[in-house]
T-cell receptor, first 115, second 114 residues
Framework: AQKVTQTQTSISVVEKTTVTMDCVYE???????LFWYKQTASGEIVFLIR??????ENATVGHYSLNFQKPKSSIGLIITATQIEDSAVYFC????????????FGTGTRLQVLP | NSKVIQTPRYLVKGQGQKAKMRCIPE?????VFWYQQNKNNEFKFLINFQNQEVLQQIDMTEKRFSAECPSNSPCSLEIQSSEAGDSALYLC????????????FGSGTRLTVL
């Protein structure tokens, strides 16, 4: 069965530092897609970055990058040079190639960036 | 800014009342998802559509919830008889079809059932 787990409920960092948020997933599919989203205090959910399972290279978009460790079923989100406005809840999600109708989310990690 | 438009932003209902919320997906997106997000941030899948057809829905949705995505009209999700446990943030998301496609979310409808 499809499952996404985020064990870190809350992280605090000082601005301009680097933070890593963990996510592990379970799937029987050999092909799948992993996503990270950010939910702000207003409730708005924004797509950040995606990793395709067949790609060995870690995805990078702006100051977001991924640490994809396929043998460990792990997809960590790395934010470098954090800013106050990065404070939000970050969700990991997975969509299987064989069942694109289903998108499963983790329970999120709350990031607080302190001045 | 969200290109997926959800209305209303807030909805307050008494137990047993109907609660209806609407969603206009992003233009050109044939797939629409509805999720319920509880206070623990858990996303619960409710139902999804491709164009006007239901793709998948959970049992709860079949019994007390009704949803549709008519052509040329907003999609809607309606709770026939609200219960206190239905209080949550209801999120609509749309996407292109295909597994690699990301979901684009609306701002949500926060339902409070008194």
């Amino acid at each position: 069965a499809q499952k996404v787990t985020q064990t870190q409920t809350s992280i605090s960092v000082v601005e301009k530092t680097t933070v890593t948020m963990d996510c592990v997933y379970e799937t029987r599919d050999s092909s799948y897609f992993l996503f990270w989203y950010k939910q702000t205090a207003s409730g708005e959910i924004v797509f950040l970055i995606r990793q395709d399972s067949y790609k060995k290279e870690n995805a990078t978009v702006g100051h977001y990058s991924l640490n994809f460790q396929k043998p460990k079923s792990s997809i960590g989100l790395i934010i470098t040079a954090t800013q106050i406005e990065d404070s939000a809840v970050y969700f990991c999600a997975m969509r299987e190639y064989s069942n694109t109708n289903k998108v499963v989310f983790g329970t999120g990690t709350r990031l607080q960036v302190l001045p | 800014n969200s290109k997926v438009i959800q209305t209303p932003r807030y909805l307050v209902k008494g137990q047993g009342q109907k609660a209806k919320m609407r969603c206009i997906p992003e233009k050109g997106h044939p797939v629409v998802f509805w999720y319920q997000q509880n206070k623990n941030n858990e996303f619960k899948f409710l139902i999804n559509f491709q164009n006007q057809e239901v793709l998948q829905q959970i049992d709860m949705t079949e019994k007390r919830f009704s949803a549709e995505c008519p052509s040329n009209s907003p999609c809607s999700l309606e709770i026939q008889s609200s219960e206190a446990g239905d209080s949550a943030l209801y999120l609509c998301a749309s996407s292109l079809s295909g597994g690699a496609e990301t979901l684009y979310f609306g701002s949500g409808t926060r339902l409070t059932v008194l």
